[in-house]
């Protein structure tokens, strides 16, 4: 090595070297910068207004809004009251962004008596999201899984004594076969009226295919569903809504700049009601989160921030995202303008760790609220999942905005998911003040 060559090397080593330096500064500074923010988020903690909070929760799942569904106009009175919520919030401005679905409902009897004993609906049966109604009373064919042959099946079914009748399988074998139910489950294959899927507890129901009515209807029913019945009686009821007008309730905050926003969404739909006598009262999916972004359009209307902020409650979430999709297709700003969109959907529960996902463009946000989760203590963990088409956030992440996905799954409410006991009474709310202090931190360091 010549002298030149030695002291250029040298002087490259010094120069790493201060470069490293220079790059564990700014952590350390990062890192400081960090936990003087969950201190500010300390002393700010009586910023959050659980009083308020539960208040709206229990509103929104109340009977009032009969699980603000389309059959009885629930969500369309629950979208009136968020409107009001925001305006009370003291926020600068708000609209309502009207979209149509076609949708399918069970407003009115929902009757099933298997050998003379009656199911309750909700508990021991519910719908598939896209059955028609039925009425009559009907033999049961029971499949056997065993000995499973289609050809036998659709044999046994074309005989006079099991004309008409209804199917009986567990669930999960279905849908391991799915391509042979599907025929099934089609007029074309068979004479049979319809098919009854045994489900392992508890029943859920749901909507994402609600956009349709099929051929035959789908039962689902417990574990405890005889296994050798005889008949079933049936008089259930559905209307199809073609057209149907909901809308997004969208409020505003102004900052002290106008060129770049921040987003909270949350969907307040839910399923509405399985018959005259059942509703779906939703208190964790979703009154927890559009409660939460009421509060923080509350917070931020007296904490004016530096840049706007938009308070998205979407509608039609449960039917298969339409209201978020709709938005980004139609959007009030340009998408390009949001700097971080932060969806908030079933935190109304207990676990230590907060289950999140974020957009490809929002990996470093996702970073900046771990830091700050990290110094604050706020959760356990933020468990990071795969992205995926579960939630509003989706419809955004496809379009390349910025964006993460909160959700507290897994606690003590989790397992009343889509079923009437998601209701008040088993609401649960450790994760608001938590999450409430994380996504304030993160809008004031990112």
């Avoid at 008040?424 to 004031?444: C, H």
Wanted: net charge neutral.
């Amino acid at each position: 090595m010549s002298t030149m060559e030695a002291r250029i090397s040298k002087a490259d080593g010094v120069t790493l070297r201060m470069k490293k330096i220079g790059i564990k500064m700014k952590r350390s500074i990062t890192g400081i910068l960090i936990a003087l923010a969950a201190l500010m988020m300390f002393s700010e903690a009586g910023a959050q207004n659980l009083t308020s909070y539960k208040r709206m929760v229990k509103e929104l799942s109340s009977a009032k809004f009969q699980g603000r569904g389309y059959a009885r106009n629930g969500v369309r009175k629950a979208g009136l009251f968020i409107e009001r919520e925001f305006s009370a919030a003291g926020a600068d401005e708000i609209m309502l962004q009207p979209f149509k679905i076609d949708i399918n409902t069970f407003p009115g009897k929902m009757n099933m008596t298997v050998d003379g004993k009656s199911l309750a609906p909700g508990r021991d049966f519910t719908m598939r999201e896209y059955s028609p109604g039925v009425q009559g009373y009907y033999k049961l064919y029971y499949i056997d899984t065993l000995n499973f042959n289609l050809a036998k099946i659709t044999e046994d079914l074309c005989r006079p004594a099991n004309l008409g009748a209804f199917v009986v399988c567990d669930f999960e074998f279905t849908y391991r076969h799915k391509d042979v139910f599907k025929r099934l489950e089609s007029r074309k294959c068979c004479q049979d009226s319809g098919m009854i899927y045994i489900w392992n507890e508890p029943l859920k129901f749901y909507k994402a295919y609600g956009e349709k009515v099929v051929e035959k209807p789908i039962i689902w029913v417990s574990s405890d569903f005889p296994k050798n019945a005889r008949n079933v009686s049936l008089d259930i009821e559905n209307e199809f809504l073609k057209g149907y007008t909901s809308n997004n309730v969208i409020a505003k905050v102004n900052g002290c700049r106008h060129d770049s926003c921040f987003v909270f969404t949350a969907h307040y739909d839910h399923l509405g009601n399985l018959g005259s006598k059942v509703f779906y009262p939703g208190a964790n999916d979703n009154a927890s989160g559009t409660a939460a972004i009421i509060t923080l359009a509350e917070y931020y209307s007296s904490h004016r921030p530096k840049f706007d902020i938009y308070f998205i409650a979407f509608s039609g979430e449960d039917a298969n995202l339409r209201g978020s999709k709709w938005f980004t297709e139609h959007p009030v700003m340009p998408l390009e303008s949001i700097k971080y969109l932060i969806n908030i959907d079933m935190i109304g529960d207990n676990n230590p760790e907060m289950y999140c996902e974020t957009s490809d463009t929002g990996t470093r946000g996702y970073e900046v609220f771990s830091q700050i989760n990290d110094a604050g203590h706020f959760f356990k963990a933020l468990k990071r999942g795969e992205l995926a088409a579960n939630s509003d956030h989706y419809p955004f992440a496809a379009k390349g905005v910025p964006c993460i996905f909160f959700e507290n799954e897994g606690g003590d409410a989790f397992k009343h998911y889509h079923t009437p006991q998601d209701n008040w009474q088993n609401a649960v709310f450790d994760s608001y003040e938590p999450l409430f202090k994380l996504v304030t931190g993160f809008i004031r360091e990112y």
